[in-house]
């Protein structure tokens, strides 16, 4: 069983930064390839970006690619969100996850276990 737990989600506005977190403790974090997901109100859960277990191989939506970076830090078992020129169109619950499947997938049901999401709200 591996535990996610998220952080690093608010409110800002159109056009500014966040840096969202997910902390994996446990010594088997580098074994997982790992993945970003949010889900706006009344919508599918979508996928964002996943990374590979080394880090070495990243991949994004068409809808973020440019704007984010996924990175991952396997010293301290955190893998990493940068957004930025956030959008209102980005406001939802985000969600990392880690993953069996190599490489990574861009679809819910290639992920193993799941954290609890945090929320990012995104103002025009």
């Known amino acids: 069983q591996v535990q996610l737990v998220e952080s690093g989600g608010g409110l800002v506005q159109a056009g500014n930064s966040l840096r969202l977190s997910c902390a994996a403790p446990?010594?088997?974090?580098?074994?997982?390839?790992m993945g970003w997901f949010r889900q706006a109100p009344g919508e599918e859960r979508e996928f964002v970006a996943a990374?590979?277990?080394?880090?070495?191989?990243?991949y994004y939506a068409d809808s973020v690619k440019g704007r984010f970076t996924i990175s991952r830090d396997n010293a301290k078992n955190t893998v990493y969100l940068q957004m930025n020129n956030l959008k209102p169109e980005d406001t939802a619950v985000y969600s990392c996850?880690?993953?069996?499947?190599?490489?990574?997938?861009?679809?819910?049901?290639?992920?193993?276990?799941w954290g609890q999401g945090t929320q990012v709200t995104v103002s025009s």
């Open positions: 446990g010594r088997t974090f580098s074994q997982y390839p």
């Open positions: 990374i590979s277990r080394s880090g070495g191989s990243t």
């Open positions: 996850a880690a993953s069996h499947s190599v490489p990574p997938r861009s679809t819910p049901d290639g992920y193993n276990y």
